[in-house]
């Protein structure tokens, strides 16, 4: 059963992974368990939610219109966010083994998110911490989306979300 991409909510924490393997299997689990589907994705790599959001925009388009490459609609929300039209490719958007700063996409029936959000926060043992700036965020992003010095020096640093949304955009726009 295909969740509904609607209803999300967000999870921002800390956490370590000795067995990156182990977890994912651990996180499938839990999906399965509690009827939710969970995207764990690396927070330094992240402009911020308006950038989750639209890859969330993409992935419900692509499974409307059976355009989807992941069967995951999880998957393929990493794929929009990582600005890659290979599956295999968007993982580097993902979590690893050793310590993660780490922001995770629920979806499922979330009419009342604290709880859902609380449970997983206790499951996982994901520590509490602040959000990322956008500034100690941009080597990351440089690199996750092959953003150039070039390209940032045109417009400045102020730039580098909006480059980081056209690489979204234009996934898939290339087929």
Same mark, same amino acid.
């Given at each position: @059963?295909?969740p509904d991409?609607d209803?999300?909510?967000?999870?921002l924490?800390?956490m370590?992974?000795k067995?990156l393997p182990?977890f994912?299997?651990?996180? /499938?689990s839990?999906?399965?368990?509690h009827t939710l589907t969970i995207? /764990?994705?690396?927070?330094?790599?992240v402009?911020?939610?308006?950038h989750?959001?639209?890859?969330?925009h993409r992935?419900?388009e692509s499974?409307s219109?059976h355009?989807n490459?992941?069967?995951?609609?999880g &998957?393929e929300? @990493?794929?929009?966010?990582? /600005?890659q039209?290979q599956?295999?490719?968007a993982?580097?958007?993902? &979590?690893a083994t050793?310590?993660n700063k780490?922001?995770?996409?629920?979806f499922?029936d979330?009419?009342?998110p604290?709880?859902?959000?609380s449970?997983?926060?206790?499951e996982?043992?994901?520590?509490?911490?602040?959000?990322?700036?956008?500034?100690?965020?941009k080597?990351?992003l @440089?690199s996750q989306f092959?953003i150039t010095?070039?390209? &940032?020096g045109v417009g /400045?640093?102020?730039?580098?979300k909006? &480059?980081? @949304?056209e690489?979204?955009?234009?996934?898939d726009?290339t087929?």
């Amino acid at each position: @059963m295909e969740p509904d991409l609607d209803d999300v909510c967000f999870v921002l924490g800390r956490m370590s992974i000795k067995n990156l393997p182990f977890f994912l299997e651990s996180l /499938g689990s839990y999906c399965e368990d509690h009827t939710l589907t969970i995207q /764990g994705f690396d927070e330094r790599k992240v402009a911020d939610i308006d950038h989750l959001l639209f890859a969330i925009h993409r992935t419900k388009e692509s499974f409307s219109n059976h355009t989807n490459a992941a069967k995951n609609p999880g &998957l393929e929300m @990493m794929r929009f966010a990582s /600005g890659q039209r290979q599956i295999d490719k968007a993982y580097s958007m993902g &979590l690893a083994t050793g310590d993660n700063k780490c922001i995770f996409a629920i979806f499922g029936d979330l009419r009342n998110p604290e709880p859902v959000k609380s449970l997983f926060v206790d499951e996982f043992q994901l520590r509490r911490t602040t959000p990322t700036t956008l500034q100690e965020k941009k080597p990351y992003l @440089m690199s996750q989306f092959g953003i150039t010095n070039e390209e &940032l020096g045109v417009g /400045g640093d102020d730039k580098l979300k909006d &480059l980081v @949304m056209e690489r979204v955009a234009l996934v898939d726009v290339t087929r």
